[in-house]
C-alpha cells in the first residue's frame, strides 16, 4: 500500500537557517505529492504540491521537487523564521487510494 | 467566505455515550474526507466519501460510523465501540476525489472521555 516516510523531528534551527525535511514515499502508479503545515491547536493548510515527476511546488519561499526516481519530495526554505515554526506533513494521493496519506510529521522549531 | 466548519470545536464523552461530530462545506465539494489525529503522530484516515450517499471505510473504521445524505454535510459518528476515541479529528474536503485535487481542512474538533 500506499506510505511516506518524514525525518524525525523536532528541528531546531536559528533564523534564517537553511532548512531541508526529508521525505520519501512508497505508492503505486504516478501520485501527487504535497507538503501541509499544522500551527498549534489547528487543521492543516496546504503548503505547496506537485501532481507529476519533475514538478517544483513553491510557496513562501518553501520549496519541494517530485522525483520519481528516488521517490522523494524533500522540503527546503533558503532562511527561515521564527513565524515557521510549526509542523510539516508530507502527504500523497494515487489513483490507487483517493485520500492523502500522511507521513507522521515534523516539528520545526525556529529560535530567534 | 467559502470554507469548512467543524463542530464542536472542544467535546466531552462519557464512557458509553456516543457523540456526533459535525462537519459543513459550502465549497460544492464532491469529496469528504475524517482523519484522526493523536497528540505527536500524523493522520489516519477513517472514512472517506467520493459522492453523496457513498463512502468508503479508511484505515481505523471501527468504531465509528458516518453518513453523506447531502453533498455540504459529512457528520461522523464515535459509537461506544471505540475504545480509545479522545483525539483531534479533522474534516476535509476536495472538489473531487481526483488524486492531484487539493484537500482543504476544517479547524479540526478536540474530544475527550471524561
Known amino acids: 500500500g500506499d506510505s511516506v516516510t518524514q525525518m524525525e523531528g523536532p528541528v531546531t534551527l536559528s533564523e534564517e537557517a537553511f532548512l531541508t525535511i526529508n521525505c520519501t514515499y512508497t505508492a503505486t502508479g504516478y501520485p501527487s505529492l504535497f507538503w501541509y503545515v499544522q500551527y498549534p491547536g489547528e487543521g492543516l493548510q496546504l503548503l505547496l504540491k506537485?501532481?507529476?515527476?519533475?514538478d517544483k511546488g513553491s510557496n513562501k519561499g518553501f520549496e519541494a521537487t517530485y522525483r520519481k526516481e528516488t521517490t522523494s519530495f524533500h522540503l527546503e526554505k533558503g532562511s527561515v523564521q521564527v513565524s515557521d515554526s510549526a509542523v510539516y506533513f508530507c502527504a500523497l494521493s494515487s489513483t490507487g487510494r483517493r485520500a492523502l496519506t500522511f507521513g507522521s510529521g515534523t516539528r520545526l522549531q525556529v529560535q530567534p | 467566505d467559502g470554507g469548512i466548519t467543524q463542530s464542536p470545536k472542544y467535546l466531552f464523552r462519557k464512557e458509553g455515550q456516543n457523540v456526533t461530530l459535525s462537519c459543513e462545506q459550502n465549497l460544492n465539494h464532491d469529496a469528504m474526507y475524517w482523519y484522526r489525529q493523536d497528540p505527536g503522530q500524523g493522520l489516519r484516515l477513517i472514512y472517506y466519501s467520493q459522492i453523496v450517499n457513498d463512502f468508503q471505510k479508511g484505515d481505523i473504521a471501527e468504531g465509528y460510523s458516518v453518513s453523506r445524505e447531502k453533498k455540504e454535510s459529512f457528520p461522523l459518528t464515535v459509537t461506544s465501540a471505540q475504545k480509545n476515541p479522545t483525539a483531534f479529528y479533522l474534516c476535509a474536503s476536495s472538489a473531487t476525489g481526483t488524486p492531484g485535487n487539493t484537500i482543504y481542512f476544517g479547524e479540526g474538533s478536540w474530544l475527550t472521555v471524561v
Open positions: 506537485a501532481t507529476k515527476a519533475d
